[in-house]
């Protein structure tokens, strides 16, 4: 459920990055930077409510959603290693033939790279934030029997 949330707000945020571009509009930039800052709170609650649901355990959403912005955090270092795996990849940034061009393709390679360990991390990272968050703060309902043997 956590997933499906993320998916679909990365999707609405990258759809308005992507209108924002092309019609060159300041306020798509601002909507889908919001969606961005909201898309860990989404999937906080998704995990959030697939855990109450729990007849054995009982928990608050609070955590949950603190640990998807903790773990959302995993974008810098998979930004950081999407671009060293980029930039290393054997792609130079000079030019193959002698017809003048700059040679660019090696600085593409490295932002594909960084864009993608960027989205790996923040996928990754908000996922098992979120549901360590609740793992961690949950606790038995009362009156379980499993409550008495754990």
């Known amino acids: 459920m956590g997933f499906l949330a993320l998916l679909g707000g990365g999707a609405l945020g990258s759809g308005l ?3 924002a571009d092309r019609e060159d509009s300041p306020t798509l930039v601002y909507a889908s930077l919001g969606v961005g800052a909201l898309l860990p709170a989404a999937v906080g609650m998704a995990v959030c409510g697939v ?3 729990s007849k ?3 928990g608050r959403c609070f955590p949950t959603v603190g640990g998807a912005y903790i773990g959302a955090l995993g974008v810098l270092p998979g930004a950081l290693v999407g671009l060293l795996l980029g930039c290393s990849s054997g792609s130079s940034s000079t030019p193959s033939s002698g017809d003048g061009q700059t040679g660019l393709q090696g600085l593409d390679d490295c932002a594909v790279g960084a864009a993608v360990g960027a989205a790996l991390g923040l996928t990754i990272g908000t996922l098992v934030g979120a549901y360590n968050g609740w793992r961690i703060f949950k606790r038995p309902k009362p ?4 409550a008495s043997l754990l």
């Open 51 to 53: 855990g109450t649901t």
């Open 143 to 146: 009156g379980t029997l499993r």
């Open 56 to 58: 054995v355990y009982d």
């Open 17 to 19: 990055f992507y209108l």
